[in-house]
C-alpha cells in the first residue's frame, strides 16, 4: 500500500483544515487508518484512528472535539478534518495504514506516508 498525503498549508489559529490520504490498491478497506503528526523536536503522536468499516474511531484528548477522521473506501482516501486549529497543532502529518483492527500506537502501522505540513499560526 502507498499513502499520498495531501492538504497541507498555513492557516491563522481558529482556522480549518481537511488533510487527505490517498492510498494505491485495492486493499484499502482492509486496513485500519490513523493520522499522526510530529513538531519540530518532539515525538512523533497519535492523532486519530478508524477502524476498516468507520464504526472505530478514536482521538487524542489533545484534538476531541476539533478534528474529525472519516474515509471513503469507495475512493481510497481517508481524511482529518482539522477545526479550530491551534499554533500547538504545527506539525508534519502522517497518515498510516495497519492490519491490526485499530490502533494508537505507530508499531501497530504497516505503511506510512509522506507527510503534509501544516503551520498555525498565532
Known amino acids: 500500500v502507498q499513502l499520498q498525503a495531501s492538504g497541507g498549508g498555513l492557516v491563522q489559529a481558529g482556522g480549518s483544515l481537511r488533510l487527505s490520504c490517498a492510498a494505491s490498491?485495492?486493499?484499502?478497506?482492509?486496513?485500519?487508518m490513523g493520522w499522526f503528526r510530529q513538531a519540530p523536536g518532539k515525538e512523533r503522536e497519535f492523532v486519530a484512528a478508524i477502524s476498516r468499516s468507520s464504526i472505530g474511531r478514536y482521538y487524542a484528548d489533545s484534538v476531541k472535539g476539533r478534528f474529525t477522521i472519516s474515509r471513503d473506501n469507495a475512493k481510497n482516501t481517508v481524511y482529518l478534518q482539522m477545526n479550530s486549529l491551534k499554533p500547538e497543532d504545527t506539525a508534519v502529518y502522517y497518515c498510516?495504514?495497519?492490519?491490526?483492527?485499530?490502533?494508537?500506537?505507530?508499531?501497530?502501522?504497516?505503511?506510512w506516508g509522506q507527510g503534509t505540513l501544516v503551520t498555525v499560526s498565532s
Open positions: 498510516a495504514a495497519g492490519r491490526s483492527p485499530v490502533a494508537i500506537s505507530p508499531d501497530e502501522y504497516d505503511y
Open positions: 490498491g485495492r486493499t484499502f478497506s482492509m486496513y485500519a
